[in-house]
């Protein structure tokens, strides 16, 4: 059982190239341990841990089996079951978040391979492109899209109607996309394989355990929330927690102290010092730029710090989450949940030309705003 815990820590390269990176920043920034435990987003981790035991509490039930094989048999082909995921999993991080969306779709995607010949790593590439596609466009669809909005002054309506060109946009050019990677060939179901048993009982629990877990939230009593959903797993499916990819919150702890030390790099805090200089195409740049290598997030917090809450702003680090790797968590949940080393190559054959095309529609409509 131990075993079982620690292997993934061990095995998982990504968490080991972080923490060299971390050892060698820490030579080259101020050296202060005690502050890395406040450069973590405890509310992330929190979150997260309660997402990842709730969405595997579903899995284990069986429920996301029933789910798949009726989607199988509602959707002929490929390509109709490719772009049914990809405008889902858009359309629920509009106001779910990016990562509770993939939560939700991620899991599903898994479960269909096992009822139907599906290629089920591009699937979840571009499941991981939608949620950053759909997510810019409401002011809760992302963490950077929630800083932006608490510093803008603007309504609920008036942040989402200014996102509307671009997201529409990039998810219509994501759309199109998809439907010249995904085939029109038909979905041969396994009927050979067996109906699996579900557990109503574990999928209600899960649904009590996340309605708990929101209200938590909600009230900033995100540790009792946690602390509700640990113990009912414990009691009621303790395999629940045993299964679960707990190397996962530790690598999002080194990331964000990674991106501490970064930021505390002298040679970086002295380029930043004039950035309110930067004309506007300098600023885009900049946004997207940074997002690649500490991500949208810490980006935006970053900039935040130079520059106002612009609709630049918003655009340039909501198309960061595009290209690289770390350009959006949202990226590497998606990844990791795959659980295939192979579609960490593959997923930039789609990210990097998305970012390109994205930013340049990006760039194009803010031109194009500006001289109406």
Request: hydrophobic letters at 60%.
């Amino acid at each position: 059982m131990l075993l079982n815990l620690v292997r993934p820590f061990a095995r998982d390269r990504f968490l080991h190239l972080l923490l060299i990176v971390g050892v060698i920043l820490s030579f080259a920034a101020p050296f202060q341990p005690q502050h890395w435990v406040h450069a973590i987003d405890w509310h992330t981790i929190i979150t997260l841990a309660g997402l990842m035991m709730l969405t595997k509490g579903v899995e284990l039930s069986g429920y996301f089996d029933v789910l798949g094989r009726r989607m199988v048999k509602r959707f002929d082909n490929e390509r109709t079951l490719a772009i049914f995921l990809v405008s889902a999993a858009a359309l629920l991080s509009t106001f779910l978040t990016n990562d509770v969306a993939l939560f939700i779709i991620v899991p599903l995607t898994i479960t269909l391979k096992k009822l139907c010949a599906i290629p089920i790593n591009r699937l979840i590439i571009f499941e991981a492109l939608a949620v950053n596609a759909g997510s810019m466009l409401t002011p809760i669809g992302n963490p950077q899209n929630i800083l932006l909005w608490g510093r803008s002054g603007l309504s609920f309506g008036e942040f989402t109607w200014q996102m509307v060109p671009l997201a529409l946009a990039i998810m219509f050019s994501l759309l199109v996309l998809c439907w010249f990677c995904f085939p029109h060939k038909k979905l041969t179901y396994h009927a050979h394989d067996k109906l699996h048993d579900w557990q109503p009982r574990l999928v209600m629990s899960c649904v009590a355990f996340y309605i708990i877990f929101i209200v938590a939230l909600e009230l900033k009593q995100e540790i009792w929330g946690l602390a509700v959903v640990a113990v009912g797993f414990l009691l009621l499916a303790r395999r629940v927690l045993l299964s679960i990819d707990w190397s996962l919150l530790l690598v999002f702890m080194v990331m964000f102290i990674d991106v501490y030390l970064i930021t505390q790099l002298p040679v970086l805090q002295q380029a930043l010092s004039g950035i309110n200089q930067l004309p506007a195409g300098g600023l885009f740049a900049l946004g997207i730029g940074l997002s690649q290598f500490i991500s949208n997030v810490p980006s935006t917090i970053l900039l935040l710090n130079y520059v106002p809450a612009s609709l630049l702003l918003a655009f340039a680090v909501n198309i960061g989450g595009f290209g690289l790797l770390p350009g959006s968590l949202a990226n590497l949940i998606a990844l990791r949940m795959a659980n295939d080393r192979r579609i960490w190559i593959r997923f930039h054959y789609y990210s990097l030309p998305m970012l390109l095309w994205s930013a340049l529609l990006g760039y194009g409509i803010l031109l194009l705003l500006k001289q109406l």
